[in-house]
């Protein structure tokens, strides 16, 4: 019972912090455009959410960076080894990715300009936040690497911190540099980069005063390259598969119109929000499930990944009960737009049913990141998107926008399901 307590207790302290953190970061983005609308015409929020949405998609691919350095790092700490090898290594990683961005900046603005087909005006105001932003790409990528260790050495209070911290200079910056220096959108992004660098300076310091750092030889540092990379290709690969899940939803509810389109993308904030909380138990996992896993210990792993299911389920029954009674009045909180709420209203179903259908996934991931097991993911996250294409393809016809929903939960609903047998038949070997 002690123990239970214990692990209970354990599992709050890495997911609470973890959350608070998850739910900061789009308060910046909320901030950007609040600014914004505030110094000028309408093109000016258009080009943010542009260039937000080039950024976006750039640091998504590179999510592994802070998923594959956790797992590494609470396996390494549970095995009482070194884990600063790790975290130089993921270092590293980050920072040769970040300067081969800088250097290829031209290209990849006009590749994501493409993709986006922003208008002229949007566009060109986006490419001078982009140029300006760019520049802290190694920090940003930096901050992946840097959380992803912290979380796996059982502490997400510092990266809660540090999290806060980056919002709150950048929020100052941007207000000072865009209504007191009189500029528009280069304000922002010069407040964004300076914060973003000054954050990740604070969280190496921070780090360092913590726990130090150490020599290690360069020998050990390359040592272990093979497997980071090994981890980090397969979550790059599932993340292209999400992405293009992701895409693909969004463009099918564009081609439905105007109105069908800020339904569904007033109805995904829903899934969003949930997913702040659930990402809080995920890192929970990676952390305990790591750090078991690398200590040998596998009655507590197992009574870990009991608890972190259990915690799960009682999210999303929490979750349902709030979305099945406040949808509607959510939904008029957030646009005043009477077609969008009385449309919105149609769906209500499918956004109750999000928690219950997704909880798992999120669980899971989190589980197998601390297990370090990235091909069951990778595996998982391919055989959801087959069947959310195939179920889209044949419900989108009949059903319409019920169609692309049923699809959506589907996909969810099968991520969880694939790897519950791949835990199941690991656990059997």
């Given at each position: 019972?002690?123990?239970?307590?214990?692990?209970?207790?354990?599992?709050?302290?890495?997911?609470?912090p973890?959350?608070?953190?998850?739910?900061?970061?789009?308060?910046?983005?909320?901030?950007?455009?609040?600014?914004l609308?505030?110094?000028?015409?309408?093109?000016?929020?258009?080009?943010?959410?542009?260039?937000?949405?080039?950024?976006?998609l750039?640091?998504?691919?590179?999510?592994?960076?802070?998923?594959?350095?956790?797992?590494?790092?609470?396996?390494?700490?549970?095995?009482?080894?070194?884990?600063?090898?790790?975290?130089?290594?993921?270092?590293?990683?980050?920072?040769?990715?970040?300067?081969?961005?800088?250097?290829?900046?031209?290209?990849?603005?006009?590749?994501?300009?493409?993709?986006?087909?922003?208008?002229?005006?949007?566009?060109?105001?986006?490419?001078?936040?982009?140029?300006?932003?760019?520049?802290?790409?190694?920090?940003?990528?930096?901050?992946?690497?840097?959380?992803?260790?912290?979380?796996?050495?059982?502490n997400?209070?510092?990266?809660?911190?540090?999290?806060?911290?980056?919002?709150?200079?950048?929020?100052?910056?941007s207000?000072?540099?865009?209504?007191g220096?009189?500029?528009?959108?280069?304000?922002?992004?010069?407040?964004?980069?300076?914060?973003?660098?000054?954050?990740?300076?604070?969280?190496?310091?921070?780090?360092?005063?913590?726990?130090?750092?150490?020599?290690?030889s360069?020998?050990?540092?390359?040592?272990?390259?093979?497997?980071?990379?090994?981890?980090?290709?397969?979550?790059l690969?599932?993340t292209?598969?999400?992405?293009?899940?992701?895409?693909?939803?969004?463009?099918?509810?564009?081609?439905?119109?105007?109105?069908?389109?800020?339904?569904?993308?007033?109805?995904?904030?829903?899934?969003?929000?949930?997913?702040?909380?659930?990402?809080?138990?995920?890192?929970?996992?990676e952390?305990?499930?790591?750090?078991?896993?690398?200590?040998?210990?596998?009655?507590?792993?197992?009574?870990?990944?009991?608890?972190?299911?259990?915690?799960?389920?009682?999210?999303?029954?929490?979750?349902?009960?709030?979305y099945?009674?406040?949808?509607?009045?959510?939904?008029?909180?957030?646009?005043?737009?009477?077609?969008?709420?009385?449309?919105?209203?149609?769906?209500?179903?499918?956004?109750a049913?999000?928690?219950?259908?997704?909880?798992?996934a999120?669980?899971?991931?989190?589980?197998?990141?601390g297990?370090?097991?990235?091909?069951?993911?990778?595996?998982?996250?391919?055989?959801?998107?087959?069947v959310?294409?195939?179920?889209?393809?044949?419900?989108?016809?009949?059903?319409?926008?019920?169609?692309?929903?049923?699809?959506?939960?589907?996909?969810?609903?099968?991520?969880?399901?694939?790897?519950?047998?791949?835990?199941?038949?690991?656990?059997?070997?």
């Amino acid at each position: 019972m002690i123990r239970d307590r214990r692990l209970a207790r354990s599992i709050a302290a890495i997911a609470i912090p973890a959350v608070i953190t998850n739910i900061t970061t789009p308060i910046l983005a909320l901030s950007d455009v609040a600014i914004l609308g505030h110094a000028g015409s309408a093109v000016l929020l258009a080009a943010i959410a542009v260039g937000g949405t080039m950024f976006n998609l750039l640091y998504w691919l590179f999510g592994f960076l802070r998923m594959g350095t956790s797992g590494l790092t609470a396996q390494t700490y549970g095995s009482s080894g070194n884990t600063r090898v790790v975290l130089y290594q993921a270092l590293g990683l980050a920072t040769g990715i970040g300067l081969t961005m800088i250097a290829l900046q031209i290209p990849l603005e006009r590749l994501l300009l493409s993709l986006i087909e922003a208008d002229a005006p949007a566009a060109a105001l986006a490419s001078s936040y982009f140029r300006i932003c760019i520049w802290g790409a190694p920090a940003s990528l930096g901050m992946s690497a840097l959380t992803g260790w912290c979380v796996g050495m059982q502490n997400s209070r510092l990266p809660m911190w540090t999290s806060i911290f980056i919002n709150l200079l950048n929020i100052a910056l941007s207000l000072a540099l865009v209504f007191g220096a009189g500029m528009k959108i280069e304000g922002v992004a010069l407040g964004t980069l300076t914060a973003q660098w000054a954050g990740f300076l604070l969280t190496l310091l921070l780090i360092g005063r913590c726990y130090g750092f150490r020599r290690v030889s360069a020998a050990s540092c390359f040592r272990g390259l093979g497997r980071l990379f090994s981890i980090n290709t397969d979550i790059l690969l599932r993340t292209v598969c999400l992405v293009g899940v992701t895409v693909w939803f969004t463009r099918q509810g564009a081609a439905q119109g105007d109105v069908m389109l800020a339904t569904n993308v007033l109805l995904l904030q829903f899934f969003t929000f949930f997913s702040f909380f659930m990402d809080g138990l995920a890192f929970a996992g990676e952390a305990l499930v790591g750090k078991y896993y690398g200590r040998s210990d596998v009655r507590m792993l197992r009574r870990s990944v009991r608890y972190l299911l259990v915690a799960g389920g009682g999210v999303a029954l929490l979750f349902t009960i709030v979305y099945a009674v406040g949808a509607d009045m959510v939904c008029r909180w957030l646009t005043t737009d009477e077609r969008v709420v009385a449309s919105a209203a149609e769906y209500s179903l499918w956004v109750a049913s999000i928690p219950v259908m997704g909880f798992m996934a999120f669980s899971w991931d989190g589980i197998f990141i601390g297990l370090t097991a990235t091909r069951s993911m990778l595996l998982s996250m391919a055989v959801a998107a087959a069947v959310y294409f195939v179920v889209c393809f044949i419900a989108f016809p009949m059903m319409g926008n019920h169609g692309l929903w049923l699809a959506f939960v589907t996909y969810l609903l099968t991520r969880g399901i694939v790897l519950s047998i791949c835990y199941r038949r690991r656990r059997i070997r």
